[in-house]
């Protein structure tokens, strides 16, 4: 079985620049959550969808967007990059909503993005 | 303070000894508590989840979980060396969309010696 998939998987952009990172979640999950991971950190949450509806943001600015498409599988779209972007992005299926006990994120192997 | 503190370590510990890796948490609200390994380069992979009081037990693996003291553990024995990871904790809340998102811990370096 296909576990998440993400892409790309590196690259490399310079400020100012837009990015769009897509990932697909394990056959089946209908909830992708994405995260940030800056180096020596945890992750940290940005979007979750479910049904291709947002169900939570994290506190990102307005530059950062996701959507779900009605495969369940979704796009997070960064604007006006800026140095401080520069993350290893995950994306994370599970199987539940928010209301489910079912807590368990299964990640991706990520995008690395590093703006210039 | 932070919502999900960890040591950053690294902890050390020799080959077949028993590592403690150990977690603390903010919210007293929060639901289920996780624990992710994640290796150099790599994602978080799920080892354990915990939702009540007391332990939980899966192979090598322990979790502990004390809500009153707010503070959540895994405990490794016969540790090889291929353990040797990131280990990240993670909570979630309960309340608003946003609380009930996996919160990490800044996770705590795990060296196993052979």
């Known amino acids: 079985d296909a576990g998440v998939t993400q892409s790309p998987t590196h690259l490399i952009k310079t400020r100012g620049q837009h990015v769009t990172l897509r990932c697909s979640p394990i056959s089946g999950h209908k909830s992708v959550s994405w995260y940030q991971q800056v180096l020596g950190q945890g992750p940290q949450f940005i979007f979750q969808?479910?049904?291709?509806?947002?169900?939570g943001r994290g506190n990102f600015p307005d530059r950062f967007s996701a959507r779900q498409f009605p495969n369940y599988s979704s796009e997070l779209n960064v604007n006006a990059l800026l140095l401080g972007d520069s993350a290893l992005y995950l994306c994370a299926s599970s199987l539940g909503d928010w209301g489910a006990n079912t807590g368990e994120l299964f990640f991706g192997e990520g995008s690395r993005l590093t703006v210039l | 303070q932070k919502e999900v503190e960890q040591n950053s370590g690294p902890l050390s510990v020799p080959e077949g000894a028993i590592a403690s890796l150990n977690c603390t948490y903010s919210?007293?609200?929060?639901?289920?508590f996780f624990w992710y390994r994640q290796y150099s380069g790599k994602s978080p992979e799920l080892i354990m989840f915990i939702y009540s009081n007391g332990d939980k037990e899966d192979g090598r693996f322990t979790a502990q979980l004390n809500k009153a003291s707010q503070y959540v553990s895994l405990l490794i024995r016969d540790s090889q060396p291929s353990d040797s990871a990131t280990y990240l904790c993670a909570v979630r809340g309960r309340g608003d969309t946003g609380r009930r998102a996996l919160t990490f811990g800044s996770g705590t370096r795990l060296q196993v010696q052979p």
């Open positions: 969808y479910y049904e291709k509806e947002e169900r």
């Open positions: 919210d007293r609200g929060s639901q289920s």
